[in-house]
């Protein structure tokens, strides 16, 4: 496993599992399938709805609380103050968790003050609930604004990131002002396994498109999180240490010019830096 350094000191695994629709009894098997497997880093959410699933496979997997880093985010109809930290102590309660290792806002709203939201999440802090704060979805205008009225480093912004999407100048100002970058969404929902790009690096390497892909964001200074219920595409993704792409190989993806954004919420006016 490789390791990101985060603001503080905290070092957050590089590679981790995104839950995201991993629910039920399914889900709870897709889970303990990837920390059997070696992961030590899992990606939730509120919204979506898994984290007792979440909680239950740690609890019945072999592997302890402490050496597992867990990831939940608040939705943007909670960031009240107050709201906030109710909904954190019902991820706790779900999770059957005492801390979370990083809570993130999932999604910027503006109709609701930014200052009141990380105000509560300087609480969650300082009373051990969470040990490091974040966001998800804030371009560069709305980092400079948290960083402004945030009395805490911000740790992480979650943001959706792959070769088809590759934000370069999102990127660059995170790492000028400390703060760690988790792509989501990592391998553009499969789009790059038929990219001639891809086929051509991954032979000779002797490794799946999907590989170079992850490799390519952990080189980067990237976590990532690719999201699978399934054993052998887990397996997959988890095989990306050991290994590196050269310089040209990582230019060549770098220099991808699509852009093309998969998710894109309205609220978060993602066009205001462009």
């Not at 960031?79 to 806002?105: F, K, M, N, S, W």
């Not at 590759?166 to 789009?191: K, M, S, W």
């Amino acid at each position: 496993m490789e390791y990101l350094t985060l603001t503080g000191g905290a070092q957050i695994p590089q590679l981790g599992l995104g839950t995201f629709k991993l629910q039920g009894s399914s889900g709870v098997r897709a889970v303990k399938s990837a920390l059997q497997m070696g992961y030590r880093h899992l990606d939730t959410a509120a919204m979506y709805g898994n984290h007792k699933e979440v909680g239950e496979a740690l609890q019945e997997s072999d592997v302890d609380r402490s050496d597992v880093w867990i990831t939940s985010k608040v939705w943007r109809d909670s960031l009240q103050h107050d709201a906030v930290l109710r909904e954190c102590d019902q991820a706790l309660a779900e999770l059957g968790t005492d801390y979370l290792d990083l809570y993130l806002i999932h999604w910027p709203n503006e109709d609701i003050p930014l200052a009141d939201t990380l105000k509560a999440f300087g609480r969650l802090l300082s009373e051990g609930k969470i040990r490091n704060a974040g966001v998800a979805n804030f371009t560069v205008a709305r980092l400079k604004r948290a960083l402004s009225v945030a009395e805490f480093p911000l740790a992480m912004n979650q943001v959706e990131y792959h070769p088809y999407l590759n934000q370069e100048h999102l990127l660059t100002f995170c790492q000028e002002n400390e703060i760690g970058v988790t792509a989501y969404c990592p391998i553009a929902r499969g789009d790059v396994i038929t990219d001639p790009i891809f086929q051509n690096i991954a032979q000779t390497h002797g490794k799946t498109p999907t590989q170079v892909t992850l490799r390519w964001l952990l080189q980067k200074g990237i976590v990532a999180i690719p999201k699978s219920g399934n054993p052998d595409r887990q397996r997959e993704n988890f095989e990306v240490f050991g290994w590196e792409l050269n310089t040209e190989e990582m230019a060549q993806i770098n220099t991808i010019e699509k852009q093309n954004r998969l998710l894109d919420l309205p609220a978060a006016a993602f066009w205001e830096d462009e």
